[in-house]
Structure formats: structure tokens, C-alpha cells
């Protein structure tokens, strides 16, 4: 299954709505992550970040990036 590294944006008003921008796929785990690395040393996003989704397709990456999940319940020793 491929690697897909994507560009994720949110609307400068409303955080619920991602933007997501394909920039490549790879084959290996590790050029993706090495490329994603780079891209956020050397070009941060005021409101966004780069993500590596491992996914059969392209449509699954999509669908596991833009769904709601929720957070995780600390308990009191973790605090």
C-alpha cells in the first residue's frame, strides 16, 4: 500500500473544514516521512501542517484525515 503525503489546511474562519492538497505518493515509509520532515523545518504553515497517510487508495487517506476524532480522556495520573 502506498504512502500519501498530504498539505492540510483549515479555513482562516471555521477550524472544521480541511483542506486537503495531495503532494506525493510513495511507495516506502521513510522517504515520506523525511520529505514531510523537510517540508515542515522549511516552510511552516500559519494554520495547517503536513501529514503522511498509509491507505490503499487515495480516497481512504482523504476520508481518514478529515474524520472527527475525539479526544482522549486523561485520567488523573497522567496529568
Do not use: N, W
Amino acid at each position: 500500500m502506498p504512502y500519501y503525503l498530504y498539505k492540510i489546511s483549515s479555513s482562516d474562519s471555521i477550524d472544521l473544514v480541511k483542506q486537503l492538497e495531495l503532494l506525493e505518493v510513495y511507495d516506502a515509509f521513510r522517504p515520506a516521512k523525511h520529505e514531510a520532515k523537510r517540508l515542515r523545518t522549511e516552510l511552516p504553515l500559519e494554520a495547517g501542517s503536513y501529514k503522511v497517510m498509509f491507505a490503499q487508495s487515495q480516497l481512504e487517506a482523504e476520508e481518514k484525515l478529515l474524520e472527527k476524532r475525539d479526544k482522549p480522556i486523561l485520567m488523573e495520573y497522567e496529568r
